[in-house]
């Protein structure tokens, strides 16, 4: 049973007011208007003054005429004094309103001494009241009614709730009024004192709500509804100590090391759970079609002097080559991934295949280097393998092949460093090379940064600044990011707004996803079509 009421003190009369019915009047400086709400034990009076005028205070007593605290918002003469009192027991309750108290020996002369406001006050009990507070904050509907089951202590509503999410999380609704856009909500069970999710939007570490009293935890994130991307959950202890920045490989306590799949989700890829949003357009291009003519692919070593090692590459040339005909040629970087082998992440012979029998781009060489385990080396700002491919691999092309007989028919691309290595060579070979295909370049990247001690003041985009500073030179380029890479999105943006003030000619692009070869692999063709138009 709830504790009696304790006996009333002397109080000052008050003018009752009821839940759900509101008062206008009209006050003036040293006047005091007091108001009285019945309400039963655990009840929450949730109760707005509206000032109009003249700066008002309001403050609360409880049943006893003991002082609960004083409100006062810092809206000055207009605006909302909203208050709550907790009823602990049944009887009624209190609240004043007056203007605001100033120093006896230096009134304000441009405060008003008169004004008007509304009060209202609205009674509920404390499970409706934590019902409108979770209403304010948590987006999706299905979890406002989990916490609203929570609340009201039904046992079985977790075990309910978790079943039937099983196979079918995460939970994916519209975002109100945003037809592209939708609201995911990330859902863990877990005892653990902590939850976070790392993957949406960016790899920074994002913390999940507990849901009441219970061991299911949430957050909402608000994105396009065409995106992809690979996210996991950490449960530990409690969260980072700093924002940094987790991946594969990444720094920190090795946090991404108790990365978790969702249980929810049988979607996967690696360590990671893998999510694709409604109107995520298919990646036409990557799936191999019977009808459709096929290339070969040349395995090819070049004993460079350059770079005093033997190289492969991967040389595809489309169906129906001719040797006497005059080809394009793409260089791409990571030849191990971008197609080389057929379980390649990024198939691009299939996807020149594809392309070329559809008439979007012309029939063209591709050149996959291999990184042959030294990527970090050739792609990071590294002179040697740039003058490798203007002077070794390029002129064996041509020879070889009848590719890329002009810089304007030559371009390289990769993704992520490879991007940088592109842009890089191209700006460094433009006698050579003349267009670029860059995904999600790594232009923040500092120069020795994998093989010396760089300092944490060190400034970034050394190649922006590079080309910022320098004579324009004649190569042509398609950049593109994905909208969840944080600090690397910010460095394409910045280099895109460089290369466009000194007059380059750029296409870019936003994709909505993070750094991953699923996005790149269908983002490809968008750079093949800006750089190879049909002659």
């Not at 304790?6 to 000052?12: D, G, I, N, S, V």
Request: overall charge negative; glycine content about 8%; hydrophobic content about 40%.
């Amino acid at each position: 049973m709830p504790p009696p009421s304790p006996p009333p003190l002397a109080r000052p009369p008050a003018d009752p007011i009821a839940s759900g019915h509101d008062v206008s009047r009209e006050i003036d400086a040293g006047k005091i208007h007091r108001y009285r709400v019945t309400a039963n034990a655990d009840d929450v009076i949730v109760g707005v003054v509206d000032q109009d005028g003249i700066d008002l205070e309001v403050i609360t007593y409880d049943v006893t005429g003991a002082k609960l605290r004083t409100v006062d918002s810092p809206n000055g003469e207009h605006g909302p004094e909203p208050f709550v009192i907790e009823a602990k027991v049944a009887g009624t309750y209190d609240f004043e309103v007056r203007q605001v108290e100033l120093p006896s020996d230096a009134p304000d002369p441009t405060m008003s001494s008169h004004g008007k406001y509304r009060a209202a006050v609205e009674v509920m009990n404390a499970d409706d009241y934590a019902y409108k507070l979770a209403s304010d904050h948590i987006a999706s509907p299905r979890i406002l009614a989990e916490f609203r089951e929570v609340r009201l202590h039904h046992g079985a509503a977790v075990d309910k709730f978790w079943a039937d999410l099983a196979g079918k999380g995460p939970i994916v609704e519209p975002y109100p009024d945003h037809p592209d856009e939708s609201l995911v909500t990330f859902v863990m069970r877990t005892k653990g004192p902590y939850v976070g999710v790392v993957g949406v939007m960016d790899f920074r570490e994002k913390p999940l709500v507990r849901i009441g009293d219970s061991d299911l935890w949430y957050v909402s994130a608000r994105m396009p509804s065409d995106s992809r991307f690979d996210y996991g959950f950490i449960v530990a202890d409690g969260p980072p100590e700093l924002v940094v920045a987790y991946r594969p490989g990444g720094t920190g306590d090795n946090r991404f090391m108790k990365v978790q799949r969702d249980p929810t989700n049988p979607r996967t890829h690696n360590i990671l759970s893998r999510l694709e949003l409604p109107q995520a357009q298919p990646q036409t291009w990557i799936v191999a079609n019977p009808a459709t003519a096929k290339g070969e692919i040349k395995e090819i070593t070049i004993d460079s002097t350059r770079l005093h090692e033997k190289r492969k590459v991967g040389v595809y040339l489309p169906a129906g080559y001719d040797p006497k005909q005059r080809y394009s040629l793409l260089i791409v970087f990571d030849g191990e991934v971008y197609g080389m082998s057929p379980q390649a992440q990024v198939p691009t012979p299939t996807i020149l295949d594809n392309m070329i029998a559809a008439h979007k781009i012309p029939p063209i060489v591709a050149a996959l280097v291999a990184n042959q385990g030294v990527r970090l080396r050739d792609l990071a700002y590294h002179e040697p393998f740039g003058t490798f491919v203007a002077e070794e691999l390029v002129p064996k092309l041509r020879a070889d092949f009848h590719a890329g007989l002009k810089p304007d028919d030559v371009i390289v691309a990769g993704s992520s460093l490879g991007g940088l290595a592109s842009t890089f060579i191209a700006f460094h070979h433009s006698a050579v090379i003349g267009k670029v295909l860059s995904q999600s370049g790594s232009y923040q990247y500092i120069p020795g940064t994998f093989d010396h001690d760089i300092a944490q003041t060190t400034e970034g985009n050394a190649l922006t600044r590079e080309i910022s500073g320098a004579p324009k030179k004649p190569i042509k380029l398609y950049v593109e990011a994905g909208l969840f890479e944080a600090g690397l999105l910010d460095s394409n943006r910045h280099i895109r707004d460089v290369l466009v003030a000194k007059g380059y000619e750029v296409t870019y692009r936003e994709f909505h996803g993070g750094h991953d070869y699923w996005l790149w692999r269908g983002t490809i063709s968008d750079g093949l079509i800006a750089l190879l138009p049909i002659r």
